[in-house]
């Protein structure tokens, strides 16, 4: 394996909402290159065992080592709950950063050792309790509740982020906080920013909202800068790699990046 500065960001994700993360990636460090990975064949990861999950997750690992990436994202809060460990030792020596421990530093920072902190996510990512560990792992005193939000998945993929549905389903289940102040509110999926401006006018001004995908981003330039190997000569560029249905998953990914996506390829890493 052989890496420099000019090698690629490895980027993946079950399927195409990791694309919030790469678009911020793409926004603060313009002059980067990316491969990004959507494992569109095997979506939804959320609903298998955290064993698939983690085999899934190492031979996307190793089909992005073999391009000799210089890091590895993983733009996916399933696979950041159930085989970031997993991926990291097998990305040895390349370093690792995870959307939740991303969010979750970001969050911790924002509110205080004593302060609330409120978490909406996917049914999976909920369930395993991930983000709260993260979180009391950097501030123990600090208060973290959750609540899953199952159908914004699906709106944030048909186009849906302000209309009266939209609007209702995201005060549904942004009611859960109601009576519970908050200081922080983390998006804890990567579908979830596309929903941020219709959040921001539900929430109170006071309550700062945690896109995960600009921690990344943050997290990123930090440590590619920190081991000297952040590339400054740009344009950058990105290439997109799927596992199945490349024409469904360019209309989406035009939708999310807001740009043309020139290019896709299929490639299989079963």
């Known amino acids: 394996m052989s890496t420099r500065p000019s090698s690629a960001i490895g980027v993946f994700d ?18 980067e290159h990316i491969v990004y990975f959507g494992d569109t064949a095997r979506v939804p990861y959320g609903i ?13 690992t190793d089909f992005l080592l073999s391009r000799d990436v210089k890091m590895i994202v993983i733009a996916c809060n399933t696979v950041s709950a159930a085989a970031e460990t997993q991926v990291r030792q097998r990305a040895t020596p390349i370093p690792v950063i995870g959307v939740v ?30 983000y709260e560990s993260s979180i009391h792992a950097i501030q123990p005193g600090l208060k973290v509740r959750s ?25 549904h289940y942004l009611s859960e906080f109601d009576g519970q102040p908050l200081d922080a509110l983390i998006l804890g999926c990567t579908h979830y920013p596309l929903f941020k401006e219709s959040i921001r006018t ?37 290439e997109c790699v799927v596992s199945d249905k490349p024409q469904r998953f360019q209309t989406l990914a035009e939708r999310f990046l807001g740009r043309p996506v020139d290019r896709i390829d299929v490639v299989s890493v079963a």
């Open 48 to 60: 298998k065992s955290t064993e698939t999950v983690r085999e899934y997750a190492l031979q996307i």
């Open 202 to 238: 539900i929430l109170p001004e006071s309550v700062t909202i945690i896109d995960a995908a600009d921690a990344v981003a943050a997290r990123v330039d930090a440590t590619l800068r920190a081991s000297g190997m952040r590339h400054l000569d740009g344009p950058g560029s990105l």
């Open 147 to 171: 609540t899953a939000c199952p159908l914004l998945v699906p709106l944030a993929e048909e186009g849906w982020l302000d209309n009266e549905v939209a609007m209702l389903t995201l005060r």
């Open 14 to 31: 079950s399927g195409i909402g990791g694309l919030t993360v790469v678009k911020s990636i793409r926004h603060h460090l313009p002059e």
């Open 101 to 130: 421990e991303a969010g979750a530093r970001v969050a911790a920072e924002h509110a205080g050792p004593h302060g609330s902190v409120g978490i909406i996510g996917t049914l999976a990512t909920v369930a395993s309790g991930t």
